[in-house]
């Protein structure tokens, strides 16, 4: 067994990395869906939904870049490309979406797949005894909970 500068086992490493750099093409895309409904929002909601939806965007692009400082930190090179993120995201490009409840209901289902990928790599960085992975998905874990919680509320569901 290889060990990395961090005292992690290396091929441990590769699949973690491998594993973020999917979590980080699904949060650029939707950072750019977010971005696009923040732009785009119409309607009675307007106000409290262009809050929620910038709020939101800059709390992803944090994100985006703590993910991509962890596969540096692993050992490995994030993507850094939308063609490489088109392809490996399961949250799909939403174009001209003005109404807040088709945004809001984008971001519940972009919300489930990244709580799939997280809890993933929980397991993942459990077996590896990468507390520093774990602890930044536990974090985004319990967040985002809430936020499908309240998103959900918004609903009326």
């Given at each position: 067994?290889?060990?990395?500068q961090?005292?992690?086992?290396q091929?441990?490493?590769?699949?973690?990395?491998?594993?973020?750099?999917?979590?980080?093409?699904?949060?650029?895309?939707?950072?750019?869906?977010?971005?696009?409904?923040?732009?785009?929002?119409?309607?009675?909601?307007?106000?409290?939904?262009?809050?929620?939806?910038?709020?939101?965007?800059t709390?992803?692009?944090?994100?985006?870049?703590?993910?991509?400082?962890?596969?540096?930190?692993?050992?490995?090179?994030?993507?850094?490309?939308?063609?490489?993120?088109?392809?490996?995201?399961?949250?799909?490009?939403?174009k001209?979406?003005?109404?807040?409840?088709?945004?809001?209901?984008?971001?519940?289902?972009?919300?489930?797949?990244?709580?799939?990928?997280?809890?993933?790599?929980?397991?993942?960085?459990?077996?590896?005894?990468?507390?520093?992975?774990?602890?930044?998905?536990?974090?985004?874990?319990?967040?985002?909970?809430?936020?499908?919680?309240?998103?959900?509320?918004?609903?009326?569901?």
């Amino acid at each position: 067994m290889k060990i990395s500068q961090i005292g992690l086992d290396q091929a441990k490493s590769k699949k973690l990395a491998g594993k973020l750099d999917l979590l980080l093409s699904n949060l650029q895309l939707m950072y750019i869906n977010t971005r696009g409904f923040h732009w785009n929002i119409k309607g009675d909601k307007f106000f409290e939904l262009h809050l929620k939806f910038e709020e939101l965007y800059t709390d992803l692009q944090v994100k985006i870049d703590e993910v991509a400082e962890r596969i540096l930190t692993l050992g490995h090179t994030p993507s850094h490309s939308y063609t490489d993120y088109l392809k490996m995201a399961a949250i799909k490009e939403k174009k001209n979406v003005s109404d807040g409840k088709e945004g809001v209901k984008s971001i519940l289902e972009s919300f489930g797949i990244l709580l799939k990928i997280e809890r993933e790599l929980l397991s993942l960085s459990a077996e590896a005894d990468d507390e520093g992975t774990n602890a930044l998905m536990s974090d985004y874990i319990r967040q985002q909970e809430k936020l499908v919680w309240m998103y959900s509320s918004f609903m009326g569901k």
